[in-house]
């Protein structure tokens, strides 16, 4: 009998029990079966240890030596703590140094044999000598299971406190050695041949402990065939998951709508710009999708201020006309207000019903909606958890930013809904790999701006600069020109010391007594928000002090620029948006990043990039490099499985493989009745996220 091992605890195996168990689950691992994909984050090659007077500097290096040194030295300049190791190997000495920690002290004695490994530097002070910041480091014991540690490619696995390096790896060869006979692979066979890829028990082995003849630089680049297995397999139930999905709704019946367009034509009149020819063709995909019999589920990509929302709010028009209901669905409440803001008055100029819903909205006239009396509710995602029920919902439209739509329309598959569905998102991410992530939808790209825009010169100051961004503010508005002032939070918080809106907005008044500036934020009302936004469009305001709550949605041609206050603390993606609200009329824009230092790196990235480029696509990219995929697709929060070996955009070539071979098998078996043990993990894989099959 095998032993389940997605189930079986980490605490019995050998080397483990309870104490070690916690320390193990701080690390993500929980069971026999999560440890198994705890791969190692790095190898290193034993095998030809560098001699330390031929280290090289800047370079990754390893040496082994004897400690001949390790004290705490002080430094009464800034009354820093360094704990200072002196390792010798015959060859020369190095020196490795771990800043404030002196505590560091009681896990080394002189005499001792150790690894050490980490960036080689000069020293500083002497110019000459070698160091290592912070390396990392392991004892050499005779211990007998050397042969696991030493003399080898290493595996190194990121660890926690109380736990070393070294223990980890032993406890990866103990755990390895009990359950490798029960790993049982579930791919089929075919498709591991087809892209010639080993199997998962050796797989398992050698990303682990690789086999002697391995290149330890391939396995750093994760390019080794057994690593390509594993990460092949997540990659395979992913994508294995949304065919299955894209399948399911394809079987549903949809809705078949052949409006007139008359609504679409009457919006079109009404509206002070004509569509671009790239809004032209993407309503055309629209409509195209709208009236076939079956579930439209479509992406709609473009860059911030490309005008996705009329494009939306077209496609509802043609459901009313219809005779359905439509909803606009928003991730935040701000920005599901910002959109009511934004259409209503348009909507009901054409004697359409529009309701805003969200959390905090008291009235709701469920009743009406129930009844079919309001034609398209505006809310939050929650609209449709917290069960407003609709008569005839047509269409959804659900405004994403970078979230994936996954969760939100299964859910409307397993109310038994089937309403057609676009998705608007503002990442750029490339064409192929849209096509892969977002594989069970149709997909539609936003590629022209409106004509007009103008890039937005973007310059990042420190808190020494303030007078010189005041002087241009002034400048500004004695030219005519209106100017937005954004922070990140509306109330001083003590922990992070934030400046506030609020405290921001008074000191605008005093430095300029003589002009008009009104504050806007995310605790306001629809209404009070739509009263100060109408007072800045109209010229009444010379000076917007808001809150994030600007960062979508509000078009005001004669603001030309933008003050981000505490820049450091807003995220690439978002700093975009916000740019976006400028650079809409006939002259130069202006974007002033004010960051207060210090700032870490990823910040200074972030500002850089900004001052860089306007274009949403490279900004995307970099968004992408800093924050990595999980949290760029957002796709922990919106409930999607997380890839814990994979990495969609190192491994974009078998993301791609994985989803052709994954449409190929649910398009030959959509209920995957052939491969049972396939089906099983795979509803293991989504397990809590979301229904695959609807019937089982
Ligand atoms: P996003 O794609 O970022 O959601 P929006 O839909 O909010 O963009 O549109 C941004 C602004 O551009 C809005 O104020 C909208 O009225 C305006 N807009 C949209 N399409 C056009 C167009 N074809 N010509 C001029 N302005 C447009
Ligand atoms: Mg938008």
């Given at each position: 009998m095998g032993k389940n091992l997605s189930e079986f605890?980490?605490?019995?195996?050998?080397?483990?029990?309870p104490q070690r168990a916690k320390l193990l689950s701080n690390l993500g691992i929980k069971t026999v079966e999560d440890a198994i994909y705890y791969l190692p984050y790095r190898y290193e090659d034993r095998r030809n240890i560098r001699k330390i007077c031929n280290l090289r500097y800047g370079q990754l290096e390893t040496v082994t030596g004897k400690i001949i040194s390790a004290d705490i030295i002080k430094l009464h300049k800034n009354n820093l703590k360094i704990f200072e190791l002196i390792v010798s190997d015959g060859s020369g000495l190095l020196k490795g140094k771990w800043f404030?920690?002196?505590?560091?002290?009681?896990?080394f004695e002189v005499g001792q044999e150790v690894i050490l490994s980490g960036i080689v530097k000069m020293?500083?002070?002497?110019?000459?000598g070698f160091e290592i910041d912070n390396p990392e480091y392991e004892f050499i014991a005779d211990?007998?299971?050397a042969f696991l540690h030493t003399s080898r490619i290493a595996p190194i696995y990121r660890t926690t406190a109380g736990l070393s390096a070294r223990q980890l790896r032993t406890i990866m060869f103990n755990l390895l050695n009990f359950c490798i006979e029960d790993i049982s692979d579930s791919v089929p066979e075919e498709i591991l041949k087809r892209n010639r890829l080993p199997g998962l028990k050796e797989s398992i082995l050698n990303s682990h402990f690789p086999e002697a003849e391995t290149d330890a630089d391939i396995l750093n680049r994760g390019a080794s065939i057994y690593q390509q297995r594993l990460y092949f397999d997540e990659l395979f139930m992913f994508e294995l998951g949304l065919s299955a999905l894209k399948k399911g709704r394809e079987i549903e019946n949809g809705i078949t709508f052949s409006p007139k367009g008359l609504l679409v034509r009457k919006l079109l009149d009404i509206l002070p710009f004509s569509l671009t020819a790239a809004q032209q063709r993407v309503f055309d995909e629209i409509c195209l999708n709208m009236k076939r019999p079956y579930q439209m589920n479509r992406l709609i990509q473009g860059d911030v201020g490309c005008g996705k929302t009329i494009v939306a709010l077209m496609a509802m028009l043609n459901a009313v006309e219809c005779g359905y209901q439509a909803a606009l669905m928003a991730p935040t409440e701000i920005l599901a207000d910002q959109h009511y803001i934004n259409i209503h008055k348009i909507i009901e100029e054409m004697g359409i019903k529009i309701f805003l819903i969200t959390g905090?909205?008291?009235?709701?006239p469920l009743d009406d909606i129930a009844a079919g009396g309001i034609n398209i509710v505006v809310g939050t995602h929650t609209l449709i958890q917290e069960g407003v029920?609709?008569?005839?919902?047509?269409l959804v439209v659900i405004d994403?930013?970078?979230?994936?739509g996954v969760m939100q329309r299964a859910l409307l598959r397993k109310k038994a809904v089937n309403p057609d569905v676009l998705v608007m998102t503002a990442?750029?991410?490339?064409r192929t790999l849209a096509m892969t992530l977002y594989g069970d939808l149709d997909y539609s790209v936003i590629d022209e701006l409106p004509p007009g825009r103008r890039p937005v010169v973007t310059r990042v100051f420190n808190s020494g600069q303030k007078s010189y961004i005041y002087k241009s503010i002034s400048d500004e508005i004695k030219k005519g020109r209106q100017v937005y002032v954004v922070y990140p939070l509306i109330e001083e918080t003590e922990k992070t010391n934030l400046k506030s809106a609020i405290i921001g907005k008074e000191a605008f008044e005093k430095m300029f007594p003589e002009m008009k500036i009104s504050l806007i934020h995310g605790r306001m009302s629809p209404q009070e928000k739509e009263d100060v936004m109408a007072l800045f469009k109209k010229g009444a305001i010379d000076i917007l002090v808001s809150t994030?709550?600007?960062?979508?949605?509000v078009d005001v041609p004669n603001a030309s620029m933008m003050l981000i206050v505490h820049?450091?603390?807003?995220g690439l993606a978002q700093l975009h948006q916000l740019r976006g609200?400028?650079?809409?009329?006939g002259s130069q824009s202006y974007c002033f990043l004010l960051a207060y230092e210090p700032y870490g790196e990823d910040a200074k990235k972030r500002l850089d990039t900004m001052a860089e480029t306007n274009d949403g696509f490279r900004i995307a990219e970099e968004d992408l490099n800093i924050r990595g995929p999980g949290e760029f697709f957002g796709t922990r929060q919106a409930g999607m499985?997380?890839?814990?070996?994979?990495?969609i955009i190192r491994d974009v070539r078998l993301l791609e493989l994985a989803k052709d071979e994954a449409s190929d098998l649910i398009g030959s078996d959509s209920a995957l009745k052939s491969v049972p043990d396939l089906r099983k993990r795979l509803e293991q894989f989504w397990k809590g996220k979301i229904e695959l099959f609807k019937t089982s």
């Open positions: 605890s980490i605490q019995y195996i050998k080397g483990v029990g404030n920690q002196p505590f560091m002290k009681r896990n020293n500083s002070y002497r110019g000459f211990d007998g299971d905090s909205t008291k009235k709701r029920e609709f008569k005839n919902l047509g994403e930013q970078h979230r994936f990442t750029p991410i490339p994030t709550v600007i960062e979508v949605g820049a450091e603390r807003f609200r400028v650079g809409r009329g499985p997380d890839l814990k070996v994979a990495n």
